[in-house]
């Protein structure tokens, strides 16, 4: 409890800390931030819907990338059923505590009412979409090098997010492969005696399924590095609407770097101050000698979010009295190391 506690305290700081930060940034040309939101919406409106607009692909394709992980584990939810789940996620991933995790949480409580048998495997999909997102980014970063070649000065965030990323392959190739966990010294007794032993073993095997479909992988690997590109173009829209002059090669590095910022869960308002801080960081060169733009591109991109996250607001609204989440279903002969 004390633990929870101190962690707790530790985000309100850190959420804190990050809203001041953007306050230090924006604040004293908030109204000239004002100001130019208007007359973007007043005289070039097309480029923010087109941000807008980038954001509904970056829906569709992540529902679509979602489904096929689903089908992969013969869970077949129609497109339409996907996308509710999708929105409802997004919803709670932007307006309540927790944010992408506790999107992700709530698309895991939804889930498993459209399953019966495999509701492991529904649950686990969440978490393997989020890990090919993540590995999305990854890849446009790659491209993002090959087309700018560091020319901007970004290099050692890029190297820093560069090093996370193989870390975090590499785990997954020795959490994938189970003859090594077989060889690990007394892993086989340690795992007989966890809690919950054949839930985690049944999840454990919902990821390892994957390794047998690797069509699957590539193609939701494909598709979130398309997505990963479509995100740097909304904010390209948004950008070039406000008058900056940047080069869209070097939004590929910038949004990815955001997004990176703003996938960890250190605020304990969600995406709210984690996102827009790390937007105010990265683009304070780009709108250096232009004030009220940097405040402007913050609240522009947080429109556009919450704007989709309230659609998803209508959906939970209208579908969560016809969703009732169902019993977990145990499974005694699933074990690690069978499929």
Not at 13 to 22: D, E, K, T, W
Not at 180 to 206: E, G, V, W
Not at 257 to 268: A, T
Request: net charge positive; aromatic share 16%.
């Amino acid at each position: 409890m004390k633990k929870k506690l101190l962690f707790s305290f530790l985000k309100v700081v850190i959420g804190a800390a990050l809203l001041s930060f953007i306050v230090w940034k924006i604040g004293p040309d908030w109204a000239e931030s004002k100001r130019i939101v208007a007359d973007l919406f007043k005289n070039r409106l097309g480029f923010f819907i087109s941000g807008v607009l980038c954001f509904c692909v970056v829906v569709l394709l992540g529902t679509y990338r979602w489904q096929l992980l689903l089908r992969a584990h013969q869970v077949n939810l129609r497109f339409l059923e996907v996308l509710k789940l999708f929105f409802i996620g997004h919803f709670f991933s932007q307006f309540m505590p927790g944010g992408i995790a506790g999107g992700d949480i709530v698309k895991s409580f939804y889930i498993s009412a459209h399953t019966d048998d495999r509701k492991h495997e529904a649950v686990t999909t969440i978490f393997m979409d989020r890990m090919i997102g993540v590995f999305g980014l990854f890849g446009v970063l790659i491209i993002a090098i090959a087309v700018n070649l560091g020319s901007y000065g970004y290099g050692k965030k890029v190297i820093f997010v560069l090093i996370f990323f193989a870390a975090v392959a590499l785990l997954m190739l020795l959490f994938f492969n189970k003859g090594l966990m077989k060889r690990i010294p007394r892993m086989t007794d340690i795992l007989d005696r966890i809690p919950y032993r054949d839930f985690i073993a049944r999840t454990y095997n919902a990821f390892h399924y994957y390794k047998d479909r690797k069509f699957v992988l590539l193609v939701t690997l494909l598709f979130s590095t398309i997505i990963h590109v479509v995100l740097a173009a909304m904010v390209y829209f948004v950008a070039v609407g406000l008058g900056l002059e940047t080069p869209f090669r070097k939004y590929l590095i910038l949004v990815s770097l955001v997004n990176f910022v703003g996938s960890i869960p250190i605020s304990p308002l969600g995406t709210v101050g984690t996102l827009d801080g790390a937007y105010v960081y990265f683009f304070q060169n780009e709108t250096s000698g232009k004030p009220g733009i940097l405040g402007a591109l913050a609240l522009l991109i947080r429109l556009i979010y919450a704007f989709w996250g309230l659609i998803g607001l209508f959906v939970w609204l209208f579908i969560k009295s016809q969703m009732r989440p169902a019993g977990v279903v145990k499974s005694d002969n699933m074990q690690i190391g069978k499929q």
